[in-house]
């Protein structure tokens, strides 16, 4: 029995049908194990997601017999390509910031958003920390290269910008920043090539190469907020049932297992735990001052 199969059949009515029957109304024979082949989806992923969501994706589809068409790049970038699209059948953010501004811009049913997994945001360095970076304040030495992901259009860079505001720490590190990069992808590449000293990222940069990135936690008190990845319905999807199997699968114990490997935190509890403090607020919304725009 796959997965999908022993959610329920009560939970999504295409997979009622093929738990109930094998047979369709015209007489063709259905395939039980693979209830949506010759089917296909677009999602539009931010790409805080991407190495896990890539498996994920290929998980799915070999269970389901669905074709998914993913676009990666920063949450911002793939909000405006589906608006501009006018279709998309899963929108797939690195954060609730951007989920929310899809909510507003009605381009999301919003009652189908689940939180798929949860980020903490942390210094990501080369491996073996050559500069010896130790925590925020280190990031304003004179000729440290830091590098951020562009907080207008990306999760991570707005969450960087945050940070630094909070803790007082703006401007020193400023002048350090000599690159934006365009997504949370490129961000973590920055580090792995060693074309930066240090970047502004998230936590699990680290598990996507651990021969190239190495983690700096910030203290818990210096965490502004725990993000999340959230996941919703486009309200202009062509195949809604599809889409929302796909996010059923997100949250199924083998889709997070598959996140849990990646190193994704899979509870607020578990993110607190680790690296933030009881009070940390999850997810919500951080409006970027004018003067980074």
Not at 46 to 68: D, H, L, M, Q
Not at 169 to 184: E, F, G, K, L, Y
Not at 188 to 196: E, G, W
Request: contains cysteine.
């Amino acid at each position: 029995m796959t997965i999908l199969r022993s959610l329920g059949c009560a939970l999504l009515p295409a997979l009622a049908l093929a738990c109930s029957t094998s047979e369709s109304s015209t007489g063709k024979a259905v395939d039980l194990e693979r209830p949506f082949a010759g089917k296909k989806i677009e999602v539009f992923v931010g790409a805080a997601s991407k190495p896990a969501t890539e498996e994920v994706v290929a998980a799915f589809s070999a269970r389901t017999g669905a074709r998914v068409e993913a676009q990666y790049g920063g949450s911002g970038k793939m909000l405006s390509a589906m608006k501009l699209a006018g279709r998309g059948d899963v929108y797939f953010p690195g954060s609730s910031d951007y989920m929310e501004l899809a909510k507003q811009e009605g381009l999301v049913v919003p009652d189908t958003e689940v939180r798929v997994v949860y980020l903490v945001p942390a210094i990501n360095v080369p491996r073996g920390n050559p500069k010896q970076v130790t925590g925020l304040a280190d990031l304003g030495r004179p000729g440290l290269r830091v590098g951020i992901a562009r907080p207008d259009t990306v999760c991570v860079g707005l969450y960087a910008v945050e940070l630094m505001e909070a803790t007082g720490t703006a401007a020193a590190i400023r002048p350090n920043i000599v690159t934006h990069a365009d997504s949370c992808e490129k961000t973590a590449q920055l580090v792995a090539l060693r074309s930066v000293d240090a970047v502004l990222g998230w936590e699990v940069f680290e598990h996507w190469d651990k021969d190239a990135i190495e983690t700096i936690y910030l203290p818990r008190e210096q965490v502004t907020r725990i993000g999340y990845i959230p996941a919703a319905v486009g309200a202009k999807a062509r195949q809604p049932e599809l889409a929302r199997a796909f996010i059923a699968f997100l949250m199924s114990e083998d889709g997070q297992a598959i996140y849990k490997k990646w190193g994704y935190l899979t509870s607020p509890d578990e993110a607190r735990a680790r690296h933030a403090l009881p009070t940390t607020p999850v997810g919500g919304e951080w409006t970027l001052p004018p003067a980074w725009r």
